[in-house]
C-alpha cells in the first residue's frame, strides 16, 4: 500500500503519486503513459489524469503495479468515488485485450521485477498464460470466468512469480526448460530439452533461445504471436527491436544466435510480445523479418 509521508517530490500536486518504494519496472508508464514518468531510478505522476478515461488508466496502472507503490490521496470533490471504490472497479479491468484472443495480465509480480505476462484464449486445446502474473484474487477469478488455465508457460527462471499459485487453482501444466529449473520450479510438469522447437499443440511452438538465461525460452502461437519473455522487445528510444545488452545473464553472443534462429523461415510472427519494454506489431511477417534483421545487426555491433 502506498503511503503518502513516502510521496516522491517530483509528483505534481493531486490526487494520485507514486511513492519512494518504486523499482522503476515501467509498467505504469506503458499503462498510463499520459500520468506518469520516468524520473531518477523511479516514475512519478508527471500528470494528474484530465478526464475520465485518463483516470481510468491510472488507475490500471495503480493495480498493475507490481509494490504498490502508487496511492491516490480522498478527494472531497469527487464524493461519489472514494479511492477504495474506484480501485476495486480497476481491479477487474485485466486481463485487458492487447489483440483478438491475446491480452495482457496487469498485476505483475515484483519477484519478476514487474515483467508482463499474458493470457491467451484458445477455441481449442485450453488456455494458455505466459509467464506469471501475480496471483490476484481478482486476475484469478476472471482467469476462472474465462474458462481457466490449461497450460502456464514459462519462458525463463527469472519470471516465474506466483506459479504454483496457478497450479494449484487451475491444475495447468507448467512447462520450462530444463535448463533454467530452480529449486523453486522443480515441480514443474514439462521441461523442454536441448534447442530444437517444440510443437505444444498444433498451433503453439516453443523455441528455445539461449542467451539472455541458459534455458530461455520463446512461445510462438498460430504463427502470428510471438512471446518473447526477456530475449526481445521494441525500444521506444532507439526505434528498433532490442535485446537487452545490460541484463544479459547468460551469454550475449548465444542471444545473438538466438536472434538469428528466429529469422529461420520456419517462424513467421507479426506481433512481439515480451516481459520487459514495449511490444511491437509490424504489418507482415515480412516486415517483422525485416525489424529482426535491423535488430542483429545492431546487436553484432554492441557485442
Ligand atoms: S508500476 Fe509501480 S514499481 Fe513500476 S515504475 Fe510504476 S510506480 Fe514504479
Known amino acids: 500500500m502506498a503511503s503518502p509521508s513516502l510521496r516522491l517530490p517530483d509528483n505534481v500536486p493531486g490526487q494520485f503519486y507514486v511513492d519512494s518504494t518504486c523499482i522503476d519496472c515501467d509498467t505504469c508508464r506503458r499503462v498510463a503513459p499520459d500520468a506518469f514518468a520516468q524520473g531518477d531510478g523511479h516514475s512519478f505522476v508527471a500528470a494528474q489524469p484530465a478526464d475520465a478515461k485518463a483516470r481510468r488508466r491510472a488507475l490500471m496502472a495503480l493495480v498493475a503495479c507490481p509494490t504498490a507503490s502508487i496511492g491516490m490521496v480522498s478527494d472531497a470533490r469527487l464524493a461519489a468515488a472514494t479511492p477504495a471504490a474506484e480501485v476495486r472497479r480497476a481491479s477487474g479491468a485485466f486481463p485487458e485485450r492487447v489483440d483478438e484472443n491475446v491480452s495482457f495480465c496487469g498485476y505483475t509480480a515484483e519477484s519478476s521485477f514487474g515483467a508482463w505476462s499474458y493470457f491467451v484464449e484458445r477455441p481449442q486445446g ?100 510471438l512471446f518473447t519473455g526477456d530475449h526481445l522487445a521494441w525500444s521506444a528510444r532507439r526505434g528498433h527491436l532490442v535485446a537487452f545488452r ?58
Open 126 to 225: 485450453g488456455n494458455v498464460l505466459v509467464d506469471s502474473p501475480r496471483a490476484a484474487g481478482p486476475l484469478l477469478k476472471e482467469l476462472e470466468r474465462r474458462g481457466g488455465v490449461a497450460t502456464m508457460f514459462l519462458t525463463h527462471r527469472d519470471d516465474v512469480a506466483d506459479h504454483e499459485a496457478f497450479r494449484k487453482r487451475f491444475g495447468c501444466e507448467r512447462v520450462l526448460h530444463a535448463a533454467d529449473v530452480t529449486s523453486g520450479t522443480r515441480g514443474v510438469e514439462r521441461r523442454l530439452e536441448g534447442e530444437d522447437p517444440v510443437a505444444l499443440a498444433p498451433d503453439l511452438l516453443a523455441i528455445p533461445t539461449p542467451g539472455h538465461t541458459r534455458g530461455h525460452a520463446v512461445l510462438l502461437y498460430r504463427e502470428r504471436y
Open 246 to 303: 545490460d541484463a544479459n545473464w547468460y551469454s550475449w553472443p548465444e542471444t545473438i544466435r538466438s536472434m538469428e534462429k528466429l529469422l529461420d523461415s520456419r517462424f513467421r510472427f507479426e506481433w512481439v510480445l515480451p516481459g520487459h519494454g514495449a511490444w511491437h506489431r509490424a504489418g507482415s511477417a515480412e516486415e517483422m523479418r525485416r525489424e529482426l534483421e535491423k535488430c542483429v545487426a545492431w546487436m553484432r555491433r554492441v557485442a
